[in-house]
Nanobody, 121 residues
Framework: QVQLVESGGGLVQPGGSLRLSCAASGFTFSGYTMWWYRQAPGKERELVAGISRDSGSKKYADSVEGRFTISRDNTKNTLYLQVNSLQFEDSAVYFC??????????????WGQGTQVTVSS
């Protein structure tokens, strides 16, 4: 069955960095677009970034453009999110998701369980 397992979250000071990972199994990873979303307490889940099957196209939310970098390693079936220059408002649970569509269009059919990122001084 499809499994997505996030890791790499933690407590970090403002301005700090983390590298989030999402290990995928149960499907042909290279055949799917992949996404990162986040959800803060009391807020809706929001798009962070997406990446095409061959890493040729990427999409970012305006709020993270220039600070976050999405990447993938199809040989390791793993999705990454490098998060730099973290701000208080980046605190959230970060989820990876398998894309529903063949092209880089928003839509997720499977979610991981999430990894918590907390930015605090």
């Amino acid at each position: 069955q499809v499994q997505l397992v996030e890791s790499g979250g933690g407590l970090v000071q403002p301005g700090g960095s983390l590298r989030l990972s999402c290990a995928a199994s149960g499907f042909t990873f290279s055949g799917y677009t992949m996404w990162w979303y986040r959800q803060a307490p009391g807020k809706e889940r929001e798009l962070v970034a997406g990446i095409s099957r061959d890493s040729g196209s990427k999409k970012y939310a305006d709020s993270v453009e220039g600070r976050f970098t999405i990447s993938r390693d199809n040989t390791k079936n793993t999705l990454y999110l490098q998060v730099n220059s973290l701000q208080f408002e980046d605190s959230a649970v970060y989820f990876c998701g398998r894309g529903r569509y063949a092209y880089l269009v928003e839509g997720v059919d499977y979610w991981g369980q999430g990894t918590q990122v907390t930015v605090s001084s």
